[in-house]
């Protein structure tokens, strides 16, 4: 077990290694998490097993190492760097007296801290209540014992069925709202599309510089943290690159492995600036130890919605802080001489005269293909136009 400073709200983190290679940056990524929900670390216990017990996940051994652990620290909270079962995260609750939460609520706490749009505030709002229905639905089951008929109810099921029917009936609201939300932006979108304008998005790990690039290229004052989630609202700017024309850049929310599954379908109508983009400026963190593996997430992700179809341009971002000097290799280019990959720092601005002449370079091949695209149409209602010139 190893002790850390208290600061605020005492927490007791739990990580198990079940053999993977990638556990201590697993670990690491949850410390960033916890600090990020602005709790405070006292104490992180680590263990090894073949496979999660099926009782408290860790097994009657930690859980007594994790009682003492709350003992000497006076710890409030407890969590883990996985997603427990409903009966687990109750059977550790009722045993350690303490409160219990795994890396899903987290997550789901944190997005609820950050979330600063109506939009945004909705769609957590919504994953947190998909995300509690199914544990209030399994933590009540030995209350359905309980068979229908005249004396037979008790209050603990009537309870729950109140409490299942107003969760439906506020996720069928929130859900209609952000349908609303959901047109209006499609009506936008649309609008963007009769147009030739090169519509681009900014897509990467959480922290790996996005806001920060998104504000050096446009001018903005959007939120850009060292911390994971900074951003959580999609921001559209329009940038404009002189005689080359002008791009939309959209700055999306970052990406994380094992995202809870409600909060990829809460957030599907902001990623949808995502799906919808003509280009992805993938930005990774070239001083992070472990960049292969969050850039293999973010595009595992980017299958999820189907948006791993759209072209990509590699962002080395940070690299002032990996000591990469830029050279010849700052920008490169494929077989077609397009610009695949580029080294920057988007803190110091080294570098970012690239990513522009990527996307001027890019402007020019999407006006030639909407060019096409016009032409053709013309051609096939030609005849049309010529019919209804008639009458």
């Not at 089951?141 to 107003?166: A, S, V, Y």
């Not at 700052?330 to 990527?358: H, M, N, P, W």
């Amino acid at each position: 077990m190893q002790k850390l400073k208290i600061k605020n709200i005492a927490a007791i983190l739990v990580s198990v290694n079940f053999g993977h290679g990638d556990h201590p940056d697993r670990l690491q990524e949850l410390q960033q998490l916890v600090l990020s929900a602005q709790l405070q670390i006292v104490a992180i216990i680590e263990g090894k097993r073949i496979r999660p017990d099926s009782t408290t996940y860790i097994g009657s051994g930690k859980v007594a190492e994790l009682m003492h652990a709350i003992t000497q620290t006076h710890a409030e909270l407890v969590v883990f760097n996985h997603d427990l079962s409903p009966a687990q995260q109750r059977n550790l609750s009722l045993r350690l007296n303490c409160s219990v939460i795994d890396r899903t609520s987290l997550i789901l706490d944190i997005f609820a801290q950050r979330a600063k749009s109506y939009e945004g505030k909705l769609q957590v709002e919504l994953a947190q209540l998909e995300h509690l229905a199914t544990r209030l639905i399994r933590g009540w089951t030995h209350l359905e014992r309980q068979k229908g008929g005249i004396g037979l109810r008790g209050p603990g099921e009537t309870q729950l069925e109140t409490d299942r029917r107003l969760i439906k009936k506020r996720v069928k609201v929130l859900k209609e709202k952000l349908l609303t939300l959901q047109r209006q932006r499609t009506l936008q979108r649309r609008s963007r599309q009769r147009t030739d304008i090169l519509s681009v998005s900014i897509v990467g790990y959480t922290n790996a510089g996005k806001s920060t690039l998104f504000n050096r290229l446009t001018h903005a004052h959007s939120y850009a943290a060292d911390q994971l989630f900074a951003t959580l609202d999609t921001t559209t700017r329009k940038l404009f690159l002189g005689e080359a024309g002008s791009v939309v850049i959209s700055d999306t929310v970052g990406f994380i492995r094992d995202l809870p599954p409600t909060l990829i379908a809460a957030f599907r109508a902001t990623l949808e600036e995502t799906i919808h983009a003509d280009l992805l400026l993938h930005v990774v963190d070239a001083n992070s130890s472990n960049r292969e593996d969050q850039f293999d997430e973010v595009n595992k992700i980017l299958k999820e919605i189907g948006a791993d179809t759209i072209p990509q341009i590699l962002i080395l971002n940070k690299v002032d802080l990996a000591d990469l000097s830029l050279g010849s290799e700052s920008c490169i280019r494929d077989e077609y001489d397009r610009i695949t990959r580029i080294r920057l720092s988007a803190k110091t601005g080294e570098g970012i005269e690239f990513v522009k002449q990527a996307l001027s370079e890019a402007i020019a091949e999407h006006s030639k293909k909407f060019y096409e695209k016009s032409t053709d149409a013309e051609k096939m209602t030609g005849g049309c136009a010529t019919v209804q010139e008639l009458f």
